[in-house]
């Protein structure tokens, strides 16, 4: 009986542990998800962060790190680190082959050290500075491709670390390759998909020879009203972005709409303006550029709220918006388009003026105003 107790206890306590254990690798699993589906690629450091947490404190140690490959390099460096100095963090370079680190990275697997003085695959002279006796490192590898290397130290507080640890640490570095392999997947997806989205604005511009430079000229009114009216550096970043792109989905509009000389129908018309709607569709998938995608979206909104395609009003309307539809529209108004002649800048600063507090905000139209006679000069 008493034997049969003490078999319960254990598998109680087993049971306890394994839970405990499990209920770290879901938090991190959970974790990885979250990142995934919020598509924010610069959130990979702080998801690599929490692993580490949750890792040394499954492994009940208060140091451990994640180093990483630099892109294209053979130097690696620690990403995030629990319980590390500071200036250890920031110096730390190691190649393949170097210290602990660089010898898991070279041999792809994961080690056990019960004791790092006694243990004959370091040379005493590359371990100076370790100040653990025991520890356990695996390797983050896709297809036997390293990506880095995840470490848990223990401070002589503890038992040396055992086989079980390894297991988990290896189940750990699994799904961090995973988190960090998908994240580099969709870095890369994006950068190609912003590359397509640029040649496609350029491609927009040059095959129609009304607005060609148009998306350049906006740009170049849009960054001095931004930086007469003193917005910040992000808002300046973002309105350059929006105005290079801005007509993005006339993509979307027939080629004979957009060439037709003379009037447009009704049913013409409506077509045209889709493209804000459709330049916002097509920026969607670059999460990152949010700011962007919204300005794109609302850039024929008016100050009255007339509109579109949400008639929204006033401050309603997105600052950098409101600056790209006055800056727009002076570049169409001043530019010979099929459906009406150039006007001189005198008469398109009079249709400026006359429309502040109706098409354009008021505070913007101030501001172009001064642009253009800054530029006059
Ligand atoms: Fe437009
Ligand atoms: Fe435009």
């Known amino acids: 009986m008493v034997k049969k107790e003490r078999e319960f206890v254990h598998l109680k306590r087993q049971l306890e542990l394994q839970n405990k254990k499990l209920q770290h690798i879901f938090k991190i699993g959970r974790a990885s998800v979250a990142i995934l589906s ?42 995030v680190a629990k319980g590390l100095d500071e200036d250890i963090i920031k110096k730390t370079r190691l190649k393949t082959g170097e210290r602990i680190s660089g010898w898991v990275a070279k041999h792809k697997e994961a080690i056990l050290v019960k ?67 998908n994240v580099n997947l969709y870095k890369e997806l994006q950068r190609l998909y912003m590359n397509t989205v640029e040649a496609l604005a350029e491609a927009i511009d040059a095959r129609d020879h009304y607005t060609k430079s148009h998306s350049e000229h906006v740009t170049e009114y849009t960054v001095a009203i931004a930086n007469e009216m003193g917005l910040p550096q992000k808002k300046i970043e973002i309105i350059e972005r929006a105005s290079k792109l801005h007509d993005i989905g006339k993509i979307g509009i027939h080629d004979y709409i957009l060439n037709k000389p003379g009037k447009l129908t009704k049913d013409e018309w409506e077509e045209v303006k889709t493209h804000s709607l459709k330049g916002a569709r097509i920026l969607e998938p670059l999460a990152f550029l949010d700011g962007v995608i919204g300005t794109v ?27 790209m539809a006055a800056a727009d529209a002076f570049d ?20 400026l003026k006359k429309e502040s507090g109706k098409q354009f905000d008021p505070k913007v139209v101030k501001a172009f105003l001064k642009v253009l006679e800054k530029r006059g000069k």
């Open 115 to 181: 004791d790092i003085e006694e243990d004959t695959r370091f040379s005493p002279r590359s371990l100076e500075r370790y100040y653990t006796k025991s520890l356990i490192s695996a390797p983050i590898m896709i297809d036997r491709h390293v990506l880095g290397v995840i470490n848990i130290n223990n401070k002589g507080n503890r038992q040396v670390f055992d086989e079980e640890d390894l297991d988990l640490l290896g189940a750990v570095a699994a799904q961090a390759a995973l988190i960090i392999s």
């Open 297 to 323: 979206k609302q850039h024929h909104e008016r100050y009255d709220g007339t509109g579109y395609p949400d008639k929204i009003k006033g401050d309603k309307i997105r600052i950098e918006a409101r600056i």
């Open 332 to 351: 169409a108004m001043i530019t010979e388009r099929p459906y009406a002649a150039a006007k001189t800048q005198e008469e398109a600063i009079e249709e």
């Open 38 to 79: 919020s598509e924010k690629p610069e959130k990979l450091n702080s998801v690599l962060q929490e692993i580490i947490d949750e890792a040394t404190e499954v492994l009940n140690s208060e140091v451990g790190s994640i180093l990483l490959f630099e892109p294209k390099s053979d130097i690696m460096t620690i990403r």
